[in-house]
């Protein structure tokens, strides 16, 4: 019974869920002729989702246990299941999407913490929360609206000014200190950000 439906593809999608369900329904229907084939495999596709949501761990309510295990014919089972795994899929998706939100937020967050590790990368990052880069750049880039380089030389950038206007230390030790391996690297960075140099920046700013 594997390859008539497949047990965890099932709930891939709605469309696809009911896509499946209809397509084994209708074999039931039209392709199985003694009743009690027909009733071994209901049972047999009942058994099945519920170790499924077992698995996802999705609890059904006693009354949805109750709507899909009492049934008079194949139709009513047929209905029952298909509204079931419609309320399973949509609960599933607004999951992903709560769980997708959160992740995104927790790498905003680690990053805004340590940006000012000089060897903070996409790399990195990504192994930190176990994700791919493909991942990563897809989840920052849908919270932020920039990519992960663009975003981390921002922060690194903007950690500089703040520190050219409320610290008298060096060029050297504020390209340190906000995440870059080369001084010249910074200047030519904050340059090309607020076009002028940091000690251009920071002498207009005191004087």
Do not use: W
């Not at 090309?192 to 005191?206: D, H, I, M, Q, V």
């Amino acid at each position: 019974m594997a390859s008539l439906y497949p047990k965890n593809s099932i709930l891939s999608s709605d469309k696809n869920a009911l896509n499946v369900l209809d397509k084994i329904f209708e074999y039931i229907s039209n392709q199985v002729e003694t009743a009690q084939i027909k009733r071994y495999m209901c049972y047999d596709i009942l058994t099945s989702y519920f170790k499924l949501l077992q698995k996802i761990m999705y609890p059904l309510s006693k009354h949805e246990t109750k709507a899909l295990l009492i049934y008079n014919n194949i139709n009513e089972l047929h209905t029952s299941l298909s509204s079931s795994v419609t309320a399973v899929c949509q609960s599933l998706s607004q999951r992903k999407n709560s769980l997708y939100k959160s992740r995104q937020i927790e790498i905003l967050q680690y990053i805004n913490s340590n940006f000012a590790d000089q060897s903070m990368c996409r790399e990195k990052v990504a192994d930190h929360f176990g994700i791919s880069i493909h991942t990563l750049s897809r989840l920052f880039k849908d919270k932020v609206g920039i990519g992960f380089s663009e975003y981390l030389s921002m922060k690194r950038i903007e950690n500089g000014r703040q520190l050219l206007i409320t610290t008298d230390k060096s060029i050297s030790e504020i390209a340190a200190e906000s995440g870059f391996n080369q001084a010249d690297y910074f200047s030519k960075l904050f340059k090309a950000t607020y076009n002028e140099t940091p000690s251009g920046f920071r002498n207009n700013k005191l004087a």
